[in-house]
Structures are given as C-alpha cells and as structure tokens.
C-alpha cells in the first residue's frame, strides 16, 4: 500500500538500502534500472573524439591514445557491463557497489589509484529530486555513472567539443573538477526560486495568512532540508579533495576546487538562512492564528453583549404579570411615554457599551480596516538611520 | 507498580545497571535471563565444520584447528560458562562484566591481545528494541554473546556455510567486520518504515489532523531517538576501529569498515532528518487546532451575530405595553402592514451582516469546501522552474 | 524573606560562594557546618584496621605502617582540623579552600604530589540533591572530605573489612576509583526512578493531561538539570584523570577508571534523552489544551447554534402584532395546524443543523468516546514490519 | 512576475550566481552594471597623488613612481577595463571573476604575489544592504573593486590626503586593514540603530503589543541575519590574515588587524544578542496574545452567564399558561408583589453571579486598570540587592 | 528621541563604538566623561605607601622605589593624562585606545613588555550593568583604568594596607590576579538574586500565573544575557593567560589564575542553567494560559448550554396562538397541571445536562478549588525511592 501511495504522489524517491545481508562488495542491480548507455569522450589539447560504445573492449584503445577518456555511463540495469568497466579501469568493488546501490550519500574515498567522488546531482527541471552520480578520477581517465539520461553536464561537452576554456588543455583532475562544479552550480537555479517563494509566502503570511501558507512553508523546508542532505557532505567531500595530498590532482586544480568548495559553503549559507527565515514565518502564523481568533471574539463578545441585555429587559416587558392587580406590578407598561422611555433606556445602554469598548480598543481598530503593510514602518527608518 | 506498570505495556526495556557497588569486575548474571546455548563454526578457505557445544574443554581444540573459530554464545544467564570461555580465551575481568551487564553503550576497547566490542542489535520482527550484542575479536578468533537466540547474523552463518564472498577467505578481522556490518543494515528497514510512517502522517497532519496523529509523532520520536541512542556510539566507536592502529584489523578489512562507518553515518542522517520533520509536523498540527478552532467560533459567531439582534426585535413586539394609552406606545403593532414590515426589517439586517461577513472573508471560505491538498501549489511551481 | 521561603520548601541548596573579597586560599567554615567525625581505615594486602580518631597526630603513624591510609572527615565545621590535616598530608591552600567552599564544580587538580578530585554525591534516600565529596589521592592515602554524614560508600568499607574485591590487593589509586565509581553509580538509580516517572508523566499526557502534569514534567527537568550540572563536569575530570600523565594513578587501574568514565557517559546519554522526551511531552500538552478548548468549543456552538434560530421563532410567535387589524398581521397564530407547524418547522430546521455539523465532523467524535490509547497504532505496526 | 514584485519592494538584492554551466575563470559582467570609474592614489610617507584615470597604461608608471598605490574602481560594468587591471596586477582569473561575480562570501585568498580579499560593505545611509568590496593587496599596491559609487572610505582618502594617523608611513598592507577596518566600523550604527529599535518593540510588546509588532520584530530579525551572513565570514577571513604566514603583511600591521578581528566579534555578539531577544520578544507577543483572549472571553463570559438566567426567567413569566385554569398555573402573576419580588430575585441571582467571578479573581483585574509596567518590580528589587 | 528615552528609563548604556572613520590608536575621550582620580600604590613584603597623584612625573619614582606599583585611574574624561601614562609605562596605542573606547569585550592581549587586559565589573550596587575595567600588568606594575569611582577591588586595598594574604608578598602578577579574581567574584552575589527571583517566579507561574511574570522572566532572561556577553569572553581571556607562555606570570600564580577561571566556568554554568529554566518557565506560563482560557469556556459554555434550551422552552410558551381556534393550538398553555410540568421538565432537562458535563469531567473540577502546588507529587516521591 506505502508503495503505490508512494508512486500516485511522486514525493520521495526510495533511497534505503535495499536487502540487509547481502554479501559485501557484490554489485546488485536494481530490476527496474534503465540498461547503460555509455558514452566516451577522448581529447587532448588539440583535438578530441566522441562516441557511442556498446564493445567494451574499446575502452582500452580510447585510454592509449587520447591523454583524457571521459567515460559516461546512463542507467545501471547491468551488472556485467559495470563490472566489466570495474575490470578494465582496475577499480575497488565496494566503490562498484556503491555505483549500483544509489542510496549513496556525496563522499570521497582515495583507492591506491583512482579517487572515487559520489555527488548527488539534482535532475534537470526538478527542484529538489537528485540522483546518484558516481565519479571515478584515475590517472588518464574519468568515469562517470548516473542513474537516468539527462544531466547538467551538457556545457562541459560541449566545451570540449569547441575547446573553450581550459578543460582540453588540462588532465582529468580538471575535468572531475569541471564535473564536480557544474553539479554543484545547479543546486542554485532552485535555491534562488525557493528564496522568492519565500518571499511571496512572507508577504502572504505577514499580509493575509491561509492554512495553505504553513503546509507550503512546511514543504519548502523538507526540501530545503533535501538538498541539505545532498550538499553538506558534498562539502566535507570537496574540502578532503582540496586537503589530502594525492598525485591525481595537481595544485592548478586544487585552486579551482577551492573555487567549488566555496560555492559549496554559500549554498549551505543560503540554506540555513532560507531554513531560519521560515522558522521565523511559522512563528508569525501561529500569532497571526491567535490575532484572528481575537479580533473573531471581538465580534461576538461586542455583538452579544450588546444585546444581550438589551433583550432581557424587552423580555422584561414581555412578562404577563397582571396590571390590573397592584399598581407595583409593571406599572411602565401603562405609563404614557412608556415605549419611547423603553427605546431611550435601550440607546443608553447601547452606547454606554459602545464607548466602553471603544475605550477597550476593540473598536475602530484593524479588523474593519485593510491590513497595513506592517514592513512600512521599518523602511521609513531605513530613510534616516 | 512500575514494574508490573512497564511489563503489561512492555513498552521499555530496564536499562539500567542494577545495583551500586557491585566489586568491579564481577560477573553478575541476571537470575531471568536464558541459560547459554553454544554454537562454534571453525573454518578456513577450503572447508568448515558448525558443532553445538556443551562441554567447553573442545574449544581450544578448535583455535588450535582451524584458521578462524567463532563462538557464538545465546543467553546470558550461567556465570560460570562466561567465567570459563573468558579463562580460556585471555578475556579482561570488566570485559566480561559489561558482557553480562546488558545495559552498555556501544563502544570498542582494546585490550592486549583483543579487541573488544558492544553493540546494540535490533531484534528481528522488532522495530526499536536492540539486544546488546558483545563481540571480541582475536587473532583467530570471533566470540559473540547475545541475551537471547534470534539474530540478524543467519545470512553470514550461510555465507560461511557455502563459502560465498570472502568470508571463508578472509581472517576473524573480516568475520567481526562482517558482524558489525549485518547489525549496521538491520537499521535500515525499520528506519524506512519509519520514513513511510512520517508520509502517513504528514498527510494525515496537512490535511485532516486528529489527536492521534500527535500522539504517533511523539511515539515515533521517542523511537527514533532509541536508535539514535544505539547507533551514534556506534559509529564513534567503528571510527575507532578504523583509526587506531592494531595489528589485530589488516588494511584490507579496514577499506570494508570503513564502508561499515559510512552507512552508520548514513543512519545518522536519516534519523536527523526524520526528526526535523517530525518537530516540523508538531507546529503544523499545533497552526492546525489554531485554525479549526478559528473556524468553530465563525460558525459559532456568524449564527450568534445575525439572531441575536433579530431575537431582540421580536423580543420588542412581544412587549405588552398598553397599545390603548398613548399612540406612542408600540404603534407598530397596530399598523396595517406592520408584520410584514418587521420581515421586511429583519431579512435587510441578516442580509447586512452576511454581506459584512463576507467581506471579512469568513463565509465561503474553507470550511465549506473540502479540505485542498497545500502541496498543489509547490508541486505545480516543480514544472516550470 | 528569601532565605525563609527556601528553607520551608527546601527545594534549593544554597550553593553560591559567599563572601566576594575573601583572601585566595583562607579556610572559610560555614558556621552552621556539622563538627568534623574522623574515620580511618589503614589496609594491605592480608590486614586492616579501622579507627575512630580524634587526635590527629596518630595519621602520620597510619601512614607509616600501613600501604595505604583512608582518612574519611564527615562535616567540615572546624577549620583548625582541616588545616592541620592538609599540614599532615601537605595539602595547597587553594585546595583546602575548595574543601570547605562546599560550591565547587566537580574538577580534578594536579599537585605536586596528589591530586584534587571534587565530586558530587548524591545524599542516600534523595534523588537531586548532592553535597560535596573531595577527595585527595596521594602515594599511600586517600583523603575523602564529606558535608554530612551518611554517603554510598559503605559498599567500599564491607569491600575492605571483608577483603572483597580486588580492593585490600591495590594501592591508593584503585582505592581512590572505587569510590568515585561509588559516586557515579549512585547516579542510577534516581534516574531510574526519572525515567519511571516520564513513562507515568507519558501515560498521563498522552490519555489525560492536567494542569499538574505540566508542573511535574517542569520539576523533572529542573531535577535533570541539577544532575548534568554534576554529572556533566565529572565526566570532564575523570576523562583528564585517564588523558593525564601521573605517576599516582598506575595502567591498571586507568582500565577501570576507563569504566568509570563510561558510565558517566552512560548516564549524560540517559539524561539527554530524558530532557527530549520531556520537552516533546511540553508541547503534546500544548497541543491537547488545544483540543479541549476545540471540543469544549464544539459543544458550546452546537447548542448554540441550533436553539439560537428557534428561539428566534418562537420569540416571533410571542409578538402581540393585532392579528384581527390586517390579514397580514400574523395569520399564523390564526391558522388551525399553527402550533403543530411551528414544531414540525423548527424540528426540520434543528435536524437541518445537526446533519450539518455532522457532515463538518462535529458530532459522534471523540468527546463521547473514552478516550483512546494512541500508542495503539504504532504497537500494531511493530508485529508486521 | 517575481523580478517585477522584488523590483517595487527594493526589499532584496539578486544575490545568486547568474548562470550553471559558465567557463571558470571567464569575467562575466552584468548587462546593467555602471560604467568602471578608476580613481588611483599614489603615496609615500611624505607626498602622495590623486587622479582620476582613463587610460590604464599610466597604472604601471604609479607603481614604479610610489610607495603605495590605491587603485579603486566604482562599477564593474566593463569586462575589459577588469581584464586589464588584472593584467597589470598579475592577478588570478578565479579571482577576477569573483571580482564581477558579485555574490561572493567574504574570504581571503592567497595568490602568490598577491591576498584577494572579499568583504561585503554596507551602502552609506542603508540599514542591511551589502555591496561587494574586493581588495588586492599585493607588494606596493592595493586594489578595490566596488559595485557602486559611493562607499565609507572617504575617511581614508581624507587621511591620506592630509597625512593623519600612521596610514602614509605605512605599506601597502596598513592601507588594506584600514579599509577592512573601515569596512567593519560601518556596521556599528545600523546595529546601534537596531538595538534601539529593539528596545522600542521591547517596551510596545510587553506594555501594548499590536500585529506590526510581530512584523517589525521578523522584519528585525531578517535584517540582523542578512548582517550576519555578511560578517561571519569576514571574520573566518579576518583570522586567515592574522593566522597564516605571508611575508605581505607585516608584524605591525598584524597587530592591527587583531583589532579589526576584535571587532568582527564584537559585532556578531550584538548580533547574537539581538538574536535572543528578539526570539523572547516573540515567545512573550504570543503569550500576550493569548491573554487578551481570556480578557475578551472573560468580558464575553461574564455579560452571558450573568444575563442568560435572567432573560430565561423573564422569558418564564411570559408565557401564557391560563392563570383562570387552576391556581397552580403561575400564580406568580396574581401576586401583589409580583413584579417586585421579580426583581429582587434577579438583582440576588446577578449579585451571586459577580461574587462568584470576583472570587475566581475575573473582576477588577488588569482589563480595567491601565497597564502597568512589568519591568517596576525587577527594577525596584535592583536597588537593594 | 531614542536618547531620552533611553536616559529616562535608565535601562541601557551605551555600548557601541561612536563613530567610524576615526584614526586608528588616536585616544577618543567621551566629552562627558569623568576627570580622572589617580591613587598610587607602592608596596613591597614589609611596606607600603598610598597617595593621590596629581603630578604623574612621581611615578617614575614609584617604578623604582617599590617591587610594584599599582596605579588605579577613576575617570577617563582626560585624553592627555592617558597618553602621558602610557609614554611612561611605554603602551601601546591601541590599547591606549581601547582604555578611552569603553565598549571592549573582555580580552587579553600581549604586547612586549605588558599584558593588557580588558574585563567588565559590576558597578557596586548594580545587578547587570558594567563598566569596563582596563588592567595592564608589567614586570613591576599594575595600571587599572576605570570609567567612573567606585568598585569592588577595596578587599584588595586593605589586604595591602593590613598586610593580609599574599599579596604583599607576591609580585604584580598576583596582584592582577587578585583584581580580576575580585572582579569575577562580584558577579556571584546578583547571580544568587537572579536564583532567587527565579525561584519566587517559578512559584508565582506555577500556582498562580499573571502577566507580570512573563514580563519579569524576559528582562531576567535579557539580564542574564547581559551577564554572560560579560563573562564568557572573559573565561576565555583568562584561560589564554593560563595557557601562553609569558615570563610576566609565575606558575605560582598560574595556580590561582586556575582558580579563578574555575569561577568563571562556575558563574557561566549558572547563567546556563537559570537561561533553561527560564526558558521552561515561559512554556508552563503559554500551557497555563490555555488551561485558564479552557476554564473560562466551560464556565460559559456550561451556564449556555443549559439555559439556552430552557429559555427557547419559555419562549414556546410565550407564544400567541390562538388556543380558541383549534385543540391543536398549545393545548399545554390549558391544562389543569401546564405550568408545574413546565418546570418539572425543565428541571429534567438541566439535570441532564449537568450530568452530561460531569460525566465530562467539566464539573467539580479544579477552577472551584484553590491551586494546588504541583510539586507535593514530586516530593513524595522522593522518600521512598
């Protein structure tokens, strides 16, 4: 049942670890993974090579002649082909495992001659959804593996493809870098539309407050929190890059890495203010429920208490008490001006109610009046600080 | 009354050590608990043999035979057995102290010629309640001491069994590994359970909160925080494991714990993430009652606003003052249209204060229409980002 | 006033340093402070002995013949004692000071030639409130310097008189361990008895808050508070005790005190968890105050709500309108089915109201129903998981 | 329909990188950026220079000729004037894309010939709005780089110009802490100035609280945060200066630059204090407005529960039961001193009623007083103490 | 405004530094600060000499007559004394500097040849507002700067005048230990009082809460803050002074600087703890708010809810149809025993009602009987744990 409630909302993706038990190391692929389509990118400074691979045994010839082979795998569904790839680029098989159990949280780990990077890559047009990318950082080579088509790479082929910068004339160190940052740069496209809906949702609660607003608020701060989970230890990964020594990066690199690094700690930045600011929002809808329910009972208490006397003492005069018996029993009622002296009694009461809680403050103030833009004040101050 | 009080709920398990000053270093047995059932695998590359064991003089004949003996030893409740396996292995007196005391944290010490470790195992079919589970691990050996039979260890029982992945090949550092590894993954399931528990109440919360669902927030943090109590020291002592040099763990087996350290590290993170949600539910559930009682008192209110005044002026007319005395006295009553004419008066002053209502924005509004999914909006925002 | 209100509630123990301006290092005795009692214990191996004293000069004698020296002072009302023994076992001023300043953190101190323990214990028969225990380890003694009589270390002294125990076969050092090791373990069982107490404070919150609950999860945290701050600066001592080089304190017992230090993290673990689960039951409490004014709400606006109109109506047939003036002047009251109408009107309009509350959830909801336990849910999920 | 909304508000600054997926290194420039202004200062102990600069060939003559040259450039408008001035300087190209990047985190950098610094600087006459300042300092010159004309370092020039203070006689490194310094005293008044708006919200929450006040109190808030995000990091870069070794910076300077870092923290302790008042501001307006409610609801309660008995029983002798039927039917109305036993009773049932709600302490309480300051008693206790 | 308001209310002093821009080591003096008192102390183990200076040229003579000399300057309205006591005891400008700018944060800086010192103390008489204390401790001498006369260091000048303690004996060193151990002492006796008013709060919110206390809890909360911006820098300042080697301190005296930084870690420990409770406080006042609005609605609702039906009931009776047309028409208002059933069945129908509620537990609940301490639970407790 959780499954397929699951599925109709689309909300979470599984990320568990799939069967406990399972022996260490072995590569164990999703049934339902879209079967790899690998790519490879051979370049130099000078000139450079695209192709489609389905023979593996290619691979081989692309390490030997270009001085950069960029292989990258779509889809996991095979287990032979990435232990194929395993084999060939002489890699760890627990990194192997990792690349298939795409639950992965972003890490660093140095093998005696590759350095495995796991990102988490949000997909494109998506704001908070990221999948897996498994990064392979070897002497001549680079390896990606993703998890579906479509990444946010495309700008690093295509400047390989027309030599712009500086990735053709530099090792692989620089392309895991370029990888490394376009991955991290997307996370701000998404930062920034979740500031403005912030934004709007500030101007909505301080303004006019729905039950809407809290569950948007509350949305927005698990997927602020999604994307935590993705780049804080995409930064703890990044820093240990910049901070062990290891031959596979050389210092040209590290001073763009250091470059990523702080993208990395300002997205983090961003996060922890989006993170207080609609802490801070919640806060204010709670008190804005408590004014409404206030100024609701405003009107009941003004109206009721108003009235309510008032029909007491025309249910005084109501009563059938006998005239005729005693001249104490309602004698109003047979007073001349007795009606009109019932009206004058009724007007003072009323009044004397009015200007108690005109007095009270519970008259003439905000309800009746459209809600004022309560951020005026403050900028008036700003003008003459 | 706790006692029986804690039993009939069986909600917690006593934890604490039990009674101060005990001499340190004694072995004190709780008189309830299972009595030890014996179970030894001796094995190496190319061949195994699994024996129930009673009389414990065999077991030196194993460490003497095969390359790795692993004791296993169900049920605490025999002192003298514990006594005996210590004196035969070289074990340190406060070592078997915390193995029958199963109250400990998780933690990994080093003694001279063994590593000792305790951790908290999740017991099978259960989703929060751990058994302590003390390993130590020698040069040839593993011993494991549970409270009670059951475990999640079954799949490396098999794996020794029919020689899958390295186990067979791999020292007793490789068999603790794998140990610890087994008990790290049974966190998973219960913890996605949990994760999909959260969905449920989510919903439940955003779109038709009850007193219930406050309740399940509450218990599955206090669950949530069991784990978190199981699993933090554990990951401080794997690191520990990882860190200090010991000739007793080799580099190889350290690249698997270090795997094990990512995915207690993993844990971590989904157990913080849960809790941000679940404290991040309690507001909402808290902005919810605001709003429903919000709406009570409209209704309430609205009724109240519009007969009140109407009650009145029927209370007027049913006024007995002398029509007869004066033609100031109640004329009305006498007119020719006058009852027509007070329903005339009173439809205009309903109408009035629904048209006023409606202004403010109480009718018509939500508590009318079915309650809308708020998560809409953010994910129709998804498409177009 | 103040000091009269504390002490006929006795709630807080005056613990702040008195006299600001005090020369550094004087010997301040508070002049209600209980005469010092003196008990001596001198032990070896195969021999002890146990002696009230009240001639100091017999302790340089103690020292001499016996390996180790337990000099125990109980109140700390006689300056000119303490003086003379910190003479004796060459004591620092500022030490001295912190003995009778009975406000110290617990601390540990290197001297020259001994080391300075300050701790807090727990007075038997009392769960929060602690007195003072310093303690001076030294080559061949242990001084011990209490506010009051009574303490939990008479499992030490059987432990001694009886040769229990590793405790007659070690120096002063494991002497010195056994009894903080006492003063922590004293620790357990109020917190035991705490966390008992948050399972019936659960309870009661969860299925029927009241006011008194509140204030008795507010006394528990304040309790929990007084712990940490004991056990907290403890936990800090004894892990410098292990971390520093002294040659008074030998490997062996180091193993022990390393026991020692766990169970203070044991018991900071245990108080962290307790103060989450306390905080959580203070906003469970809020949210229910919230749901009894929503039903008590629900109540007041359904009687209200349906008698309002009705009255309304019946107030209408009350109007004395002159029924023979016009045929439009009330004809109702005229009309033969009149009466029988109003009833079967207003009936109509009552089931009108009541369909309508029920359709909105108001009616048949939990306020007629005993309440339910909510844990429910959850322990049915737990056997399938 | 965003961009426009923050347009008309100014109430936030596009602050996230433009676009994912541009060359690293490569000087993007905002289309709507104002045209580079370079103003160059050349001085020595005993003369200096200024001139506005058009023609960048003459920077290299400054640097041959002077001691110090202070190179600023207002706008950043122009990729190509960037470009060159990097060429001169031997500057990095990471670094000049920070320089028109301008969404950068405070933060030292150290190039080889050369420290980049980027700090944020408040706008003159604006509370919380930050424009990016970056800082070469290198050998014998400085570089400012500037969003906007207009900035708080007139200070400087005025110095420089007429010799004041140690800043001729020093390098180039004086000049550079004297403009960090500058930077960092800039946001003392905003800061002075919230604190005193704070105090003013203090005194309106806690004696007559409104809706804006909330408001003013997030709006607050928002502002102390957006000061924080610019400050915590420059002083992380503050202390990178004081803490690593670089032959740029000299003893002298250094010392110096210890109290630019003293004051960073100065800062983000007001910062932090503001903080926590802020949030008790918060905690206190909602417990304020829960209290006007029980006012509302006690005036409310109070007319109801005192009118209600009295509208029924008049309601009672209006019914119409034939008085000639049987002398059980409400021979109330025969009596003499019908009417006025009437009143008496209902004036004794409304004199219980008050009694009642004035020994539940609901009247003459604070809802008819002015209200009182809080702050009286703690300050009247202040004064003996 | 701002200002006067701020000078009328008393409530907080100036802190910020005044105006940015100025020179770097140019001594500001506040035109409305006092003139400075000088008193010298010389004094060495067996003499001493105490005088008011008014020409600073004697104090070189001081510098060379005595083993220290302590200079105590009250008042720092006069830039040119300050300046020609730091060319005699050869200071440095900034920190000259930071003496006049009287809003330092506590701190220790080492310069070549003196200690500077800066610490906030409590104004005698005062419980939360400090002035700045600036100590310079040379091989021979003692500078105190202070802004106004009066503080707590007179335990200090007798102890020299009668020889008391050690500070005769000792260098300059324990003399600024003996200052600043003054100065951390004098927060203990407000401290004590906020414990104090704390615990008169907790009674008050506990057993009968109003609006007064929320207001006190804040401004002892804000106290509490003040304290604490006061004395955690200063635990850190003092812990450097343990830490760095300087030869200007002795290791005797770094024994009492232990010391005292051990009254530093108390008094923050304190503040913490108050700070928690607090905190709880305001929760128990939010949850008490709602209880009592939940008393007041029952009140209502109970009073309504029973009258409502019964004064509808009256209103049937009050009814005009015409009992003449028809037997249908209220043929009750005509029966022999019409108006004793009326009451016979009203009186059922309350009784109902009233049962209803009690069985809700809404009657003979706890606004009837006086507050009961919630803490008697507790206590028992306590007893027999």
Same mark, same amino acid.
């Given at each position: 049942?959780?499954?397929?409630?699951?599925?109709?909302?689309?909300?979470?993706?599984?990320?568990?670890?799939?069967?406990?038990?399972?022996?260490?190391?072995?590569?164990?692929? !999703?049934?339902?993974?879209?079967?790899?389509?690998?790519?490879?990118?051979? @370049?130099?400074?000078?000139?450079?090579?695209?192709?489609?691979?389905?023979?593996?045994?290619?691979?081989?010839?692309?390490?030997?002649?270009?001085?950069?082979?960029?292989?990258?795998?779509?889809?996991?569904?095979?287990?032979? =082909?990435?232990?194929?790839?395993?084999?060939? @680029? $002489?890699?760890?098989?627990?990194?192997?495992? /990792?690349?298939?159990?795409?639950? #992965?949280?972003?890490?660093?780990?140095?093998?005696?001659?590759?350095?495995?990077?796991?990102?988490? +890559?949000?997909?494109?047009?998506?704001?908070?959804?990221?999948?897996?990318?498994?990064?392979?950082?070897?002497?001549?080579?680079?390896?990606?593996?993703?998890?579906?088509?479509?990444?946010?790479?495309?700008?690093?082929?295509?400047?390989?493809?027309?030599?712009?910068?500086?990735?053709?004339?530099?090792?692989?160190?620089?392309?895991?870098?370029?990888?490394? !940052?376009?991955?991290?740069?997307?996370?701000?496209?998404?930062?920034?539309?979740?500031?403005?809906?912030?934004? =709007?949702?500030?101007?909505?609660?301080?303004?006019?407050?729905?039950?809407?607003?809290?569950?948007?608020?509350?949305?927005?701060? *698990?997927?602020?929190?999604?994307?935590?989970?993705?780049?804080?230890?995409?930064?703890?990964?990044?820093?240990?890059?910049?901070?062990?020594?290891?031959?596979?990066?050389?210092? $040209?690199? *590290?001073?763009?890495? *250091?470059?990523?690094?702080?993208?990395?700690? #300002?997205? %983090? !930045?961003?996060?922890?203010?989006?993170?207080?600011?609609?802490?801070?929002?919640?806060? %204010?809808?709670?008190?804005?429920?408590?004014?409404?329910?206030?100024?609701?009972?405003?009107?009941?208490?003004?109206?009721?208490?108003?009235? %309510?006397?008032?029909?007491?003492?025309?249910?005084?005069?109501?009563?059938?008490?006998?005239? /005729?018996?005693?001249?104490?029993? +309602?004698?109003?009622?047979?007073?001349?001006?007795?009606?009109?002296?019932?009206?004058?009694?009724?007007?003072?009461?009323?009044?004397?109610?009015?200007?108690?809680?005109?007095?009270?403050?519970?008259?003439?103030?905000?309800?009746?009046?459209?809600?004022?833009?309560?951020? *005026?004040?403050?900028?008036?101050?700003?003008?003459?600080?």
């Amino acid at each position: 049942m959780h499954g397929s409630h699951r599925r109709h909302r689309g909300r979470t993706k599984r990320e568990y670890r799939a069967k406990p038990g399972t022996v260490p190391g072995a590569i164990t692929v !999703d049934p339902n993974a879209a079967r790899p389509l690998i790519r490879v990118f051979g @370049f130099g400074p000078t000139a450079y090579t695209e192709q489609e691979v389905t023979d593996l045994g290619c691979l081989e010839q692309f390490l030997e002649t270009w001085p950069v082979t960029w292989v990258n795998v779509d889809g996991l569904g095979d287990a032979e =082909v990435i232990h194929r790839i395993g084999a060939i @680029f $002489d890699l760890h098989g627990l990194a192997l495992e /990792d690349v298939t159990g795409v639950h #992965q949280r972003p890490k660093v780990e140095h093998y005696d001659n590759n350095i495995f990077i796991v990102a988490r +890559m949000l997909q494109p047009g998506n704001r908070f959804d990221t999948e897996q990318l498994s990064i392979f950082l070897g002497h001549r080579f680079v390896l990606t593996f993703q998890e579906t088509p479509g990444d946010c790479l495309d700008f690093i082929r295509d400047r390989i493809r027309k030599g712009l910068g500086r990735v053709r004339a530099c090792g692989s160190d620089y392309l895991a870098y370029a990888i490394l !940052d376009a991955v991290v740069d997307a996370y701000f496209p998404p930062l920034e539309a979740f500031g403005e809906e912030l934004e =709007v949702l500030e101007d909505e609660i301080l303004l006019k407050p729905t039950k809407q607003s809290v569950a948007r608020v509350h949305v927005l701060k *698990r997927n602020t929190l999604a994307i935590r989970r993705a780049i804080w230890p995409l930064r703890e990964a990044v820093n240990g890059m910049l901070r062990d020594a290891t031959p596979l990066i050389s210092d $040209d690199t *590290r001073v763009y890495l *250091r470059d990523c690094y702080d993208h990395t700690v #300002q997205i %983090i !930045d961003f996060l922890e203010n989006h993170r207080e600011i609609a802490s801070g929002l919640m806060d %204010i809808y709670l008190s804005s429920t408590g004014n409404r329910l206030n100024e609701i009972m405003k009107v009941l208490t003004i109206i009721s208490t108003i009235f %309510i006397p008032l029909t007491f003492i025309a249910g005084v005069y109501g009563m059938n008490f006998h005239t /005729d018996i005693s001249p104490w029993n +309602m004698p109003e009622l047979t007073w001349y001006w007795g009606y009109p002296f019932f009206w004058l009694f009724n007007t003072a009461i009323a009044a004397a109610m009015l200007y108690y809680f005109w007095r009270l403050g519970w008259i003439l103030t905000s309800w009746t009046r459209p809600p004022e833009d309560p951020r *005026r004040h403050s900028n008036e101050n700003k003008d003459n600080p």
